[in-house]
């Protein structure tokens, strides 16, 4: 059965509409009317949070993961639903929104059982020492307890996995932190009735109203006075470096500063080590082009650039573009990502020294494969060259020994992920690359291609500005619930007046 917006915003349990209306502008389908956010509404939904604190932050953590564990089923439950408008709005084939969904759900019982476990609380105890000298030492009892009500931006490229119900809300929920979500304006009704089957789990399983708010929004209003609002204590973030930056910036230039934890891009630099493509060269090329244009290249850990010795680059190149020639014309997510493609695009290949190895029209909301060749010389110096272009386009740059390898890896901003192709008789040059690469990415790689992430106990998916604003953190797996959590220790308390979880 089709699902029809309302185009309402959930605040405080209750589905309102607002004075002002945007319409959806999907790929394909009927277009929908959507209440736009305000200021106010925003307050509304801040303080809805805050006064659901007081209860959702104290209840146990099995009500809680119960609570994780109703959404995913709710979620399930309208599985058709959400495939057919995501597919509408944002383009993307039924195949990857049921995949998507189903990391969604995964996600959320992964913290649902990491939360049932208690072990994230690093719970900590030091027993008094009354007899102690010359001091003694007093009772002190430490855990990890939530900051209060988060603010989630949903991103453009992952409609489920990063956004109303994405890896920071349940992160931030499975700590028991209220959430507020400012819906993107790209993927609307996909939002809305994800939201829909949150406000029934929290019905269903007696949590507070206003545990959870979610908010439409199609201007930078709403955004600024989330991360502004004095209530909200942190704010997660997925999409560009220039958009994050300016909210990170709002979340430093408050009264009282916040934490802003945005992942903002990456080139996901590949080094493609000598020997490794002397014995497979070409199965390397083929698998670039493949990660390269998956999804129209619309990934955050899409590998856009690939380091190679000049010697061997020719041949490299050649089979690239055969593979990618294979690759049709992909929709994109929205008309905006469309636009900001084909100047990033134009970008690149209007630089002297770029080489046109492969550049094919890209048609109104349809992006095509890409490639592009450059000197390390010359890339080195063009940094804009390191900017991240958000589609199905790649750049090899060619190095003329393992020293300029080795230089270039100097030369990188901070990347989520950086991969190394190498066999037993590149493991010299792989071990000088490998201390260097540990400073600028959050995860590496090797003999492998970094889309897909993998959601798990161990994942790390963040790394050193800009690709994160903060190297502490990640947004995807079970550590993603330390970036809502603070320590904070008990001295001398009487343990009738301790939580649970911190008794015994």
Known sequence: MAFTPHGKHLIAGEWIAGDGHFTSRPASGPAHEFSSGTSRMVDCAARAAEDAFWTFGY??????????????????????????????ETGLPAARLQGERGRTTGQLRLFAAHIRKGDYLDRRHDTSLPDREPLPRPDLRMIQRPIGPVAVFGASNFPLAFSTAGGDTASA??????????????HPGTGEIVAEAIDAAIRGTGMPVGSFNFIHGDSHEVGQALVQHPLIRAVGF?????????????????????????????????????????????????????????????????????????????????????????????????????????????????????????????????????????????????????????GPLGLIVTAADDDQIVALAHAFEGQLTATLHLDDADAALAARLLPV????????????????????????????????????????????????????????????????DLRG
Request: aromatic fraction near 6%; glycine fraction near 10%.
């Open 238 to 390: 997925t999409g560009s470096l220039a958009g994050g930056r300016a909210l990170f910036d709002m979340c430093a230039a408050r009264p009282e500063p916040i934490p802003f934890f945005g992942e903002l891009g990456s080139i996901n630099p590949m080094f493609l080590l000598p020997n490794a493509v002397a014995a497979r060269g070409d199965e390397l090329a083929r698998g670039w082009a493949g990660s390269l244009s998956m999804g129209a290249g619309q990934f955050c850990t899409n590998p856009g650039i690939a380091v190679i010795r000049a010697d061997q680059a020719g041949e490299f190149a050649a089979a690239t573009v055969d593979a990618l020639r294979e690759t049709g014309p992909q929709v994109m997510l929205s008309d905006g990502i469309a636009e900001a493609f084909a100047k990033g695009r134009d970008r690149v290949k209007g630089r002297s020294a770029v080489l046109d190895l492969l550049s094919q029209p890209c048609d109104r909301r349809q992006a095509t494969p890409q490639l592009y060749m450059v000197e390390a010389e010359h890339w080195l110096e063009d940094q804009t060259l390191a900017e991240e272009v958000f």
């Open 59 to 88: 209840t146990s953590r099995e009500d809680r993961a119960a609570f994780l564990d109703a959404i995913a089923d709710e979620i399930e439950a309208r599985a058709e639903q959400i495939t057919l408008i995501g597919t509408q």
């Open 437 to 500: 690469l540990e400073r600028k990415a959050g995860r590496i790689l090797a003999n492998g291609f970094p889309t897909g992430v993998e959601v798990s106990e161990a994942m790390v998916h963040g790394g050193p500005y800009p690709a994160s604003t903060n190297f502490g953190a990640t947004s995807v797996g079970t550590l993603a619930i330390r970036r809502f959590l603070r320590p904070v220790c008990f001295q001398n308390i009487p343990e009738s007046l301790l939580q649970d």
């Open 173 to 186: 929920l499975a700590a028991g932190c209220p959430v507020v979500v400012k819906g993107h304006p790209a």
